[in-house]
C-alpha cells in the first residue's frame, strides 16, 4: 500500500510571492491534516480536511487555507509569503471519520522564502 | 484551553541509562494520548498510544490522570532510540513542541 505522498519535496519562494503544496493520501483514508513543523515550534496544527469539507482548523492567518478534492487529495496554499513561513509541511491521513487514531505521515514539503 | 506540553527540548543519556520524556496535558474530557516518533532522515510515525497499554520497542508510557500526564518510559536507552519524540493528543489533533533523545555509546 503506498503511503501518504507529498509535493513537491523542496521549494524555495520569495517573499510576497504564493504557493501550493499537494498531499495524496493513503487510499482508503479519508481525513487528511496538515501541519506546519519548525524547530522552534514542533508541529502546528493548520486544518484537517474529512470529505471535501474543513473540519478543523489551526490558528493561522487567512493566507493559509486548503481544499479536498473528491478523491482525498488535499492542497494548501499559502499567499503573500512571509520568511516566517518558511518551515516543513507535513500533511497526514487517517481512515476514521473521527480524526482519532494513527495518523500516517508524509515525508513533507520543505518551503524556504527568501 | 488544550494544550500538550513537553519541557524537555532535549535529552541526553548514555546508552543502558533510564529513559523518561515527560509529556503534560491539559483537556477537559477523556483524552486520547500518543506518542510518535521521527528518526533521522524518516517519517513521523506513531510510537504508541495510551488505550493499548502495550510496549513498542522497550517503550511504555502511561497515562496519569490525577498529574494529566502521559511520561514516555524506557528503562535501558539503546543508540538507535535517539529521535524526535512528539506527544500528542490526536482527537484535537494536538501536538506538544517535542524532545529530542540523544542516546551516547
Known amino acids: 500500500k503506498a503511503g501518504v505522498t507529498q509535493t513537491p519535496r523542496y521549494l524555495i519562494k520569495t517573499r510576497g510571492q504564493q504557493v501550493t503544496l499537494s498531499c495524496s493520501p493513503i487510499s482508503g483514508h479519508r481525513s487528511v491534516s496538515w501541519y506546519q513543523q519548525t524547530p522552534g515550534q514542533g508541529l502546528q496544527f493548520l486544518f484537517e480536511?474529512?470529505?471535501?469539507?474543513?473540519?478543523n482548523k489551526g490558528n493561522f492567518p487567512g493566507r493559509f487555507s486548503g481544499r479536498q478534492f473528491s478523491n482525498s487529495r488535499s492542497e494548501m496554499n499559502v499567499s503573500t509569503l512571509e520568511l516566517g513561513d518558511s518551515a516543513l509541511y507535513l500533511c497526514a491521513s487517517t481512515f476514521r471519520g473521527v480524526v482519532t487514531g494513527e495518523l500516517f505521515f508524509g515525508e513533507g514539503s520543505r518551503l524556504t522564502v527568501l | 484551553a488544550q494544550r500538550v506540553t513537553q519541557p524537555e527540548k532535549l535529552l541526553s543519556v548514555f546508552k543502558g541509562a533510564p529513559v523518561e520524556l515527560k509529556c503534560n496535558y491539559s483537556y477537559s474530557g477523556s483524552p486520547e494520548l500518543f506518542w510518535y516518533v521521527q528518526y533521522s532522515r524518516q517519517r513521523l510515525q506513531l510510537l504508541l498510544r495510551?488505550?493499548s497499554r502495550e510496549s513498542i520497542k522497550g517503550f511504555t508510557a502511561d497515562l496519569n490522570k490525577g498529574e494529566t500526564s502521559f511520561h514516555l518510559k524506557k528503562p535501558f536507552a539503546q543508540e538507535e532510540d535517539s529521535a524526535m519524540y512528539y506527544c500528542a493528543l490526536t482527537d484535537k489533533l494536538i501536538f506538544g513542541t517535542g524532545t529530542r533523545l540523544q542516546v551516547f555509546p
Open positions: 495510551h488505550i
Open positions: 480536511y474529512f470529505s471535501e469539507t474543513q473540519r
